[in-house]
């Protein structure tokens, strides 16, 4: 299977900040990586597909770029409502797997 | 509006058995792989098991081989997952997500759309 390694497991920043998340597979993947939000007791939210591309409707201050075994999450400048937990997610073979996800709190 | 809902969680026993259900609307139900997800209580994502359209392609994590089954019904616009031999460790909310169609590799697409989730609870 692929392990997916986020870093950092978990960050404080204040709104307005430019943050940084992380995720490396274990072995190549092309540019076969998912991006999720997840807010405390709601189900994840789709950011990015293709390492890059935004999902409808997603609002541009978050980008992510990389490929074959490293990937970056982007958000431009933080919110209050973008503290929640980000998770990666490989769909380049099968199990797809997911990053241990990495909680944005806030400072 | 795409809408996925998930129902029939609850508590069971271990050894015990139990069906989710996810009900679609709001896109052609019939053209999508779905897949289930599930995330134990304060512990990240675990994808499970998935589903191709035509149900000709059926997938499983190892944890859960042989014990559980996917399944849908096309005309109901429903998926299932049928789950025995219930250990502890199958406590956790459990998502349905649809599997998006603008980006696929050779084997799975990411899941653009995802339930609110049911939770499951395993425990005597």
């Known amino acids: 299977d692929i392990q997916m390694t986020q870093s950092p497991s978990s960050l404080s920043a204040s709104v307005g900040d430019r943050v940084t998340i992380t995720c490396r597979a274990s072995?190549?993947?092309?540019?076969?990586l998912a991006w999720f939000q997840q807010k405390p007791g709601k189900a994840p939210k789709s950011l990015i597909y293709?390492?890059?591309s935004l999902q409808s409707g997603v609002p541009s201050k978050f980008s992510g770029s990389g490929s074959g075994t490293d990937f970056t999450l982007t958000i431009s400048s933080l919110q209050p409502e973008d503290f929640a937990t980000y998770y990666c997610?490989?769909?380049?073979?099968?199990?797809?797997?997911f990053g241990g996800g990495t909680k944005v709190e806030i400072k | 509006e795409v809408q996925l809902v998930e129902s029939g969680g609850g508590l069971v026993k271990p050894g015990g058995s139990l069906r989710l259900s996810c009900a679609a609307s709001?896109?052609?139900?019939?053209?999508?792989?779905m897949n289930w997800v599930r995330q134990a209580p304060g512990k990240g994502l675990e994808w499970v098991s998935s589903?191709?359209?035509?149900?000709?392609?059926?997938y499983y994590a190892d944890s859960v081989k042989g014990r559980f089954t996917i399944s849908r019904d096309n005309a109901k616009n429903s998926l299932y997952l049928q789950m025995n031999s219930l250990r502890a460790e199958d406590t956790a909310v459990y998502y349905c997500?649809?599997?998006?169609?603008?980006?696929?590799?050779?084997?799975?697409?990411?899941?653009?759309?995802w339930g609110q989730g049911t939770l499951v609870t395993v425990s005597s």
């Open positions: 997500a649809r599997e998006s169609h603008l980006d696929c590799s050779s084997t799975s697409c990411y899941s653009d759309y």
């Open positions: 709001g896109f052609t139900f019939s053209s999508y792989s």
């Open positions: 589903i191709s359209s035509s149900s000709s392609y059926i």
């Open positions: 072995q190549g993947i092309s540019n076969y």
């Open positions: 293709a390492a890059s």
């Open positions: 997610q490989q769909y380049n073979s099968y199990p797809p797997t």
